[in-house]
């Protein structure tokens, strides 16, 4: 896994290393603050107040994802720092919730608000999809990745950043995460511009939450049950060490194969990618600007 490793650094990644760091300390700043603590508690006593409503309307699991955008969104804007340092939105269709451009970057945020009942797995893992990152992983074992987000866009970086707010919803009652170290409510992440690659050994990846395969019909092989796809695999391609959820197999071209199911039917397909990724938290906490300084790219925010 990748740590970052300055000894053969570039100007450019120098540059860009800087401007990572300079916006992840704003954007930390900014939801570490008080006033968006408040507004944050009063998202939470307006979903409590009107939980029966929500429930019943629009059998609406997820009661804070919109609110949540909305007020980063707010903050980005009304921020004093930002204020001057906004010249307008990015405007690619590929990108994270938010998309800002500034004088010198172009900051993609994306916003995750995570269930503690939902999904307690993923609950302190960090994860992007492909339009939410630059950042390629050559060196991810058996499973290709091909991200969409641009490292470079209006001859300005591209920065990514993720900001998770996680709350408790038991069906019946709702009520953000707070004074637990174990499920902080809020946490800041950048994710490495895809330009710094080499100064990560080209992986920051753990594994993938889910994947890209072959869905052509006639490319899938149907079974009665998922053992006898399994079986199928053994029988006709190389078992490849367990990684992530799935057992991979391999042909001697090199495709990889798994064991899953399409409609609700036992199959086996290709793989073709990873898609949602996990990404590695060792490889992000200890990052360094262009002068090899310490700093985090990882942070909580507990109350």
Known sequence: MGIQNNSDITSKQGHILDLEKKYFDL???IFKAEDFKEDLIAIESEIKNRYSEYKNVWNLKNKLKIPAERIVTHYMYKNDRTKNEIVGIYSSPISSDIGLKMKDAILCIDIKTNDINGNRGDYNKILAERN???FINKSYVNVTTNEN???YDEDLPVLTYIVKIGYDDDGTSFKLKTNDNSYPPIQIVCVPNGELGSLFD?????????????EATDNINFFNTKEEATEYLVDNYELIPEIDKE????SETQNKYVATSKGHKPCVKRLLSGNTARINKNSIINRLDSKGNSWEGYKMINW
């Open 149 to 151: 987000l641009h490292t």
């Open 202 to 214: 080209d992986n920051i990846v753990d594994g993938f939450k889910t994947y890209y395969y072959d």
């Open 247 to 250: 057992i991979y197999f391999c």
């Open 132 to 134: 939410q990152m630059s």
């Open 27 to 29: 954007i930390y700043s």
